[in-house]
């Protein structure tokens, strides 16, 4: 669940640089730009839509507070575990036809997730649309190399979809929080069945791009998001039912053979969804772990915060979603700043500091209470914590690029923003895991014994349960800002790279 985007820094793999091919201005290049920049909307928004309606989705479905966090976690693993099979899927079949089948698939999946009549079928669903948005996300950025001529056109067409990461988890936060209040918690879902309508039936305005020899490597995606998915459960189930309950060892031994597995295949199959020559460069690998780092402290403070307004302090969803304001604000302001002094200082001098100032932020939240004020507490630690992420982004991702090869440019660009969902989805298992054993050591079952003092009215019961809840948040918070910190290690270690120079065509990494 994120909140903004960086800028950009390299053109994807096959990418248009001549100009031929791509459409002219009789081919409704407007359009075009509408369908992709939808698209990204629909794709970002849905990263942080669902954040904002989760207590409802809690109180309407009865879902566990384990099992809270898969509503979330479920779309950014499928979303981060298949985005480089979704890129190679559209370099092989048609970026254009990939990007049809994401589409539809995410939009069917959000019919199903708004008409879902339990959890098990809610988290099947956003499985769904994490699978149609890693189909469609790569493919849509490489469809404005091939749609919009080198120059202007090209340039304005990535500008607005690199804004759309912002505005996407800015949009989500607020129309997540006006459809739960007006209408119901399932119009977070319904809500993209037309917008996936429309963007499907603008496709034909996109020009194909040319298909490239290889295979997909099946093997390598299912034994990868298998192995993930078994790790996050393995943690999800321990927290819940004891580390050395049966099925949470069985969890960890698949999670380990899986990803053993998926390592092998790597490193010995001729086209690799994950090429493992990419982790040979110290500022890559170092890029790619602080990124896992962000994503997992990231991903946590969306969660936690939106159950605290909510829960704690009883904001409305609407009034929640505009709480994030300042967030999104901060996060802009220091994206910018940061895209331009990269021309200027080494990416480490500032995405380091960044990450401190973030853990500076994370803290202060570590130290709410259930009756904090927002303009005095809420807001301005808000602020903090998005300056300094918002600072780190734009390096990361020029560290992940630099000096890598013209035929690996896409394939780096899209490991980072793998490393930022996978570390979302690891980082909130991990803490979620936190926060319920921490609430539950000062009241067991912290969050059930709230809703039962809710609805008895038994405010005594409220006012423990609220206290028990918002420690176990503080204590994750406080977990997240660790997070951070060993992120400001890795950077300080690993990335050395000089002062860099941003290019015209750059792949975003989503905050999202």
């Known amino acids: 669940m994120s909140a903004a985007d960086s800028t950009a820094v390299a053109a994807p793999t096959g990418s248009d640089t001549t100009g031929s091919g791509p459409a002219s201005g009789g081919r409704h ?33 009865g879902v566990s507070d384990s099992n809270l966090a898969w509503v979330v976690n479920s779309y950014a693993l499928a979303f981060g575990g298949l985005l480089l099979f979704g890129g190679k899927a559209g370099d092989l079949y048609g970026r ?15 019919l199903l997730g708004g008409l ?38 090209r340039n ?17 936060l607020l129309l997540g929080g006006m459809l739960t209040d007006v209408l119901d918690w399932r119009w977070v879902f319904y ?44 943690i999800t189930r321990g927290g819940e039912h004891g580390w050395g309950n049966g099925l949470t060892l069985v969890s960890f031994a698949v999670a380990a053979v899986l990803l053993v597995v998926f390592l092998v295949l790597q490193a010995r199959t001729g086209d690799p969804m994950m090429p493992l020559r990419l982790f040979k460069d110290r500022n890559r690998w170092g890029s790619y772990a602080t990124m896992l780092f962000i ?4 991903f946590a403070t969306f969660y936690f915060l939106t159950l605290y307004m909510q829960l704690i302090l009883g904001y409305s969803p609407v009034r929640t979603g505009f709480a994030y304001l300042p967030f999104s604000f901060g996060m802009a302001a220091a994206a910018g700043i940061s895209a331009k002094l990269v021309t200027h200082v080494a990416p480490r001098l500032i995405a380091g500091p960044g990450l401190l100032v973030a853990a500076v932020g994370m803290f202060w939240f570590a130290t709410l209470e259930p009756d904090s004020s927002y303009a005095a507490h809420l807001m301005p630690a808000m602020f903090v914590t998005a300056l300094g992420l918002g600072m780190s982004f734009v390096p990361m991702t020029l560290g992940a690029v630099s000096g890598v090869s013209h035929a690996d440019t896409g394939v780096a660009s899209a490991l980072l923003n793998t490393a930022q969902q996978i570390g979302g989805a690891l980082g909130l298992a991990v803490l979620s895991t936190i926060s319920t054993s921490a609430a539950d050591d000062k009241l067991p079952e912290a969050a059930g014994a709230l809703y039962r003092g809710l609805a008895t009215e038994d405010f005594a019961l409220v006012a423990r349960a609220g206290d028990a809840l918002t420690h176990g948040y503080t204590v994750a918070f406080a977990a997240a800002a660790g997070m951070f910190l060993a992120g400001l290690v890795v950077t300080a270690l690993a990335v050395n790279a000089g002062r860099q120079h941003v290019e015209e065509s750059a792949t975003p990494v989503h905050m999202g």
């Open 191 to 234: 809500v993209n069945i037309p917008i996936g309508l429309v963007v499907l039936a603008g496709t034909r305005n996109l020009v194909e791009a040319e298909r490239h020899p290889g295979r997909l490597d099946v093997p390598g995606a299912i034994t990868g998001t298998g192995g993930l998915i078994a790790l996050v459960y393995g």
């Open 96 to 110: 254009r036809r990939m990007f049809q089948v994401g589409i539809a698939v995410f939009t069917i999946a959000s």
């Open 29 to 61: 290049l407007g359009l075009a730009l509408f369908v992709i920049a939808a698209a990204q909307l629909m794709v970002i928004l849905d990263a942080t839509i669902t954040n904002i309606a989760l207590p409802a989705i809690q109180t309407d479905l």
């Open 116 to 153: 879902a009549p339990n959890e098990g079928l809610l988290i099947g669903a956003r499985i769904l649309q994490g699978i149609g948005a890693a189909l469609a996300a790569p493919s849509a950025l490489a469809l404005i190399t091939t749609t919009f001529p080198v120059g202007k056109s």
């Open 295 to 298: 994503g997992a402290g990231m």
């Open 156 to 172: 304005t067409a990535m500008g607005v979809y690199a804004a759309m990461g912002g505005v996407g988890a800015t949009v989500g």
